[in-house]
């Protein structure tokens, strides 16, 4: 049962322009959301959070929104870079659970020239 | 100067044989994580150590055995290897987290395994 699910596996984008990606959730204990950005035959690599007291992050070209009423939270890079190509992870955790993350199965993006 | 580094990168076995993961990371954390990407790209963990103890161990067959002999090590062995075995097993490591601080986890690259 997936707990963290990405429902668009993939998304094109013109550079500049923005990128929205999307994450729900049902595992209610959840109080801690990430996003990490992979690259082929690299690891995941840390790119911003959010806790559940907060319903926006912000860090450069980055903003995650959470929304805990409906469960879910997004991704917006603005403006999209070519560099930005990669597979986006989403993931949560729970307090009780220490630092457990469950991750969703992953968005590739693709930003066009 | 390598913050999680895993050896080996790839590695292709046949059926039944047993082999070893190592991972190591010089960012002077004290929790380290295994976790296994399957076919369909899901990342999951598998294991997490603090400190040399066994803190998270989830639902994985007890052919796959991890070891941390120190802080800056977690090594994963697996017996008798089979075809389902296959995937992409990476290692983390974080500083030890308690209550609403959340470390962030820093990711090794990766070791490609592939079973036949």
């Known amino acids: 049962d997936q707990q963290v699910k990405q429902n668009s596996p993939s998304l094109s984008v013109q550079e500049g322009r923005i990128s929205i990606l999307n994450c729900d959730y049902t595992?209610?204990?959840?109080?801690?959301f990430l996003w990490y950005k992979k690259y082929p035959a690299e690891g995941p690599t840390f790119l911003i959070s959010?806790?559940?007291?907060?319903d926006k992050n912000e860090d450069g070209r980055f903003t995650v929104f959470l929304n805990k009423s409906a469960k879910h939270l997004s991704l917006h890079i603005v403006p999209s870079q070519p560099g930005d190509s990669a597979v986006y992870f989403c993931?949560?955790?729970?307090?009780?659970?220490?630092?457990?993350?469950?991750f969703g199965g992953g968005t590739r993006v693709l930003v066009k020239p | 100067d390598t913050a999680v580094s895993q050896t080996p990168k790839y590695l292709v076995t046949q059926m039944g044989n047993d082999k070893s993961i190592k991972c190591e990371q010089n960012?002077?954390?004290?929790?380290m994580y295994w976790y296994k990407q399957d076919s369909k790209k899901f990342l999951k963990i598998m294991f997490s150590?603090?400190?040399?103890?066994?803190?998270i161990n989830e639902t994985v067959p007890n052919r796959f055995s991890p070891k941390s002999p120190d802080k800056a090590h977690l090594n994963l062995h697996i017996n008798s290897l089979e075809l389902g075995d296959s995937a992409v097993y990476f290692c983390?490591?974080?500083?030890?987290?308690?209550?609403?601080?959340?470390?962030?986890?820093?990711f090794g690259p990766g070791t490609r395994l592939l079973v036949l």
């Open positions: 959010i806790s559940s007291i907060k």
């Open positions: 960012l002077g954390h004290d929790t």
């Open positions: 595992n209610s204990m959840f109080d801690y």
């Open positions: 983390a490591s974080s500083l030890w987290t308690s209550g609403r601080v959340r470390e962030t986890q820093y």
């Open positions: 150590y603090n400190n040399k103890e066994l803190i």
């Open positions: 993931a949560a955790s729970a307090q009780a659970a220490g630092n457990k993350l469950t």
